[in-house]
């Protein structure tokens, strides 16, 4: 059994948590050997996105003690949770028994103002790399998601998508994953090229 535990704050990045939940609950439903997907928050009222969407937490991080998978999105939320102790010594305490500890878009801010990505690189949306950098981390700007350890982070809104089904092959093998891509018909063909 795998648990996947994903976090939710006030003002996520919607896409940043619904990519890889899609993935996650996915490779759940596909394996049917017990998995679970968790939204987890500091309350269990609505958290509303930076869009307006709403998601209804399963548990607090109070009650959640360990997940084998932890994700963070990124969002407009990320700057008051860089400076939240409560939250960020969560953080490090999942850090310690989580098989993976992953990041979206600025949740690497998240990652790095907990200490959890110390002397590793990160990767996050384009426009906040300089940003991330000038606090210290170690910026990879190339690629889609890196890892480093246990820790993965990736840059913005889509590329999670790809790193959950990474993290879903290593967990699960490639063919596992593969047939995850093929179930949710995740095959990128975007209709404008864009220089990303």
């Given amino acids: 059994m795998t648990s996947y535990g994903i976090v939710a704050f006030d003002l996520f990045e919607e896409l940043d948590l619904a990519g890889p939940y899609e993935v996650f609950a996915a490779s759940r439903d596909i394996r049917d050997a017990g998995d679970t997907v968790v939204v987890i928050s500091d309350r269990l009222e609505p958290i509303t996105g930076a869009k307006g969407l709403r998601v209804l937490p399963d548990a607090t991080l109070a009650e959640t003690a360990n997940v084998d998978v932890v994700l963070i999105p990124g969002g407009d939320g990320?700057?008051?949770?860089?400076?939240?102790?409560?939250?960020?010594?969560w953080v490090?305490?999942?850090?310690?028994?989580?098989?993976?500890?992953?990041?979206?878009?600025?949740?690497?801010?998240?990652?790095?103002a907990a200490g959890v990505a110390d002397g590793r690189p990160l990767a996050t949306h384009w426009s906040f790399e300089d940003r991330l950098?000038?606090?210290?981390?170690?910026?990879?700007?190339?690629?889609?998601?890196?890892?480093s350890g246990s820790v993965v982070s990736s840059q913005g809104v889509s590329a999670g998508i790809d790193m959950a089904l990474w993290i879903v092959g290593q967990?699960?093998?490639?063919?596992?994953?593969?047939?995850?891509?093929r179930?949710?018909?995740?095959?990128?063909?975007?209709?404008?090229?864009?220089d990303v």
Avoid: M
């Fill in 78 to 89: 990320t700057d008051r949770d860089a400076e939240n102790p409560a939250f960020l010594d």
């Fill in 92 to 112: 490090r305490r999942a850090a310690t028994t989580a098989t993976w500890l992953t990041s979206v878009c600025t949740g690497a801010l998240i990652l790095h």
């Fill in 133 to 147: 950098e000038a606090s210290g981390a170690i910026v990879e700007r190339k690629a889609r998601f890196v890892r």
């Fill in 171 to 181: 967990l699960h093998g490639v063919s596992h994953a593969r047939e995850v891509q």
């Fill in 183 to 194: 179930y949710i018909q995740y095959d990128p063909a975007p209709p404008y090229t864009a």
